[in-house]
């Protein structure tokens, strides 16, 4: 994490969901997530002062974070945040189940999910997005097939480092560990579909 605003999310789920297990650096201030599938009321937001926990400053409120959402998160400092998170199934271990993104009409925030479960090391934040592939080998995934269960417009990262959005085009890769600003319209029929990483 850098001083200022990261856009950030989790590959897989962390292994307890609580927003001050998952995010415990001391100089973390501020947790927003952003969920158009309410547009009464998208935004969750959970503050902390100090070194208390985190209060959540809207309903419903900010208590946990998983796999799927993105995230921006306020810090004072630069310091890596350990998360510990589900990792691969191994040999004889129940398959686990598909995460899918609900999607609203408008802007949505989400996250970047390796369905794999393999892509969840600290030294695979920023790197692209795998799948496999059905000869065995692994594909790098782009907007274009990320987002392809959607009806998806203009989508963005941000880069804490020079403070600016980057646009993100269909042949850009997406990558473990980015929120994405995406927007989503219903399709013909008027559904509008979850995004199905």
Known sequence: LFAGWNSVSFPSNPVDTGVDSVLSNAGIKQVVAYDATTPSQPWRIASKVDAGSYTSQTTPGLTSVTAGPGYWVETSNFEDQSIALEGPTGPGDARPGLTTIA????????????QSRTQTQSGDKGDPLKRANAAGGDVIVTSA???????????YTFDTVTSKF????????????????????????????????
């Open 166 to 197: 980057r646009e993100q085009v269909s042949a850009d890769t997406v990558t473990v560990g980015a929120g994405i600003w995406v927007f989503i319209s219903p399709q013909d029929n008027g559904q509008l579909p979850h995004i199905v990483p």
């Open 145 to 155: 097939t990320y987002f392809n269960t959607v009806n998806n417009g203009r989508a």
């Open 103 to 114: 999607t609203g009409n408008g802007w949505n925030l989400v996250g970047v999910v390796d």
